[in-house]
């Protein structure tokens, strides 16, 4: 009895060994991961937040176009095969890449650089700037710029503009004034864009809803 004891607490130490090593290899691997992904973010800053966008937005619009997919699939009986649009995806990738990272990396710098600190009053100033004077003026930039590479023209943008972008400014305050609290609060500037496009994942899935719902309208 003493004997099967002894083999099975041997047992139970190597298993938990064996756990313990990999749960630390797991943990060494994130490590580096991150501490690889911070030098670059040093050493190629708009770089490296262009490609993290240019993923992430493909990304979201891939999801989107699942979910579409699976509602469809849902209020229609006749099966349908589930395809993607590459090139819409292609262009929110574009768009994240080009667009997006370089304007938002530059933007939080500005903001870092002309309202520095972390206090509570700094982090709602700079909420203030991003959410009432930034945002209103991005999102119809975003959306044209998005619309002109699908090879709309200004005179159906517009209108589109006109109707919509006031519902987009209001569904974009409530997602991203507290996300950019937290961020201008907690979250380093290197990291900012980063965080910006985790959150913005959600968002872009909205986005690419949206902008595509208008484009099938026209």
Same mark, same amino acid.
Request: glycine content about 2%; overall charge negative; charged content about 35%.
């Given at each position: 009895m003493s004997i099967r004891i002894s083999s099975t607490a041997r047992l139970i130490r190597r298993k938990i060994r064996h756990s313990s090593s990999s749960s630390f290899s797991s943990s060494s691997k994130q490590s580096n991961f991150f501490q690889w992904?911070? %030098?670059? &973010?040093?050493?190629?800053?708009?770089? =490296?937040?262009?490609? $993290?966008s240019g993923v992430i937005s493909g990304s979201a619009d891939l999801i989107c176009q699942a979910i579409s997919?699976?509602?469809?699939?849902?209020?229609?009986?006749?099966? %349908?095969? &589930?395809?993607?649009?590459?090139?819409? =995806?292609?262009?929110? $990738?574009l768009m994240g890449s080009a667009f997006v990272a370089p304007i938002v990396h530059n933007w939080y710098g500005l903001l870092g650089s002309r309202i520095p600190g972390k206090s509570i009053s700094v982090v709602l100033k700079r909420l203030f700037c991003d959410q009432i004077l930034f945002a209103p003026l991005f999102i119809p930039s975003f959306m044209t710029a998005l619309f002109t590479l699908e090879g709309q023209d200004m005179n159906s943008i517009l209108p589109v503009l006109k109707r919509d972008v006031p519902d987009v400014v209001v569904s974009n305050w409530t997602l991203w004034i507290p996300a950019m609290f937290v961020n201008f609060a907690y979250i380093p500037l290197q990291w900012q864009v980063l965080y910006s496009n985790c959150v913005g994942l959600v968002w872009n899935i909205y986005v690419s809803w949206k902008t595509q719902e208008e484009s099938k309208s026209n």
């Open positions: 992904y911070s %030098e670059k &973010l040093e050493t190629h800053p708009i770089l =490296t937040k262009a490609i $993290t997919y699976q509602k469809r699939a849902a209020e229609n009986e006749e099966e %349908e095969e &589930l395809t993607f649009d590459l090139a819409r =995806t292609g262009r929110f $990738t």
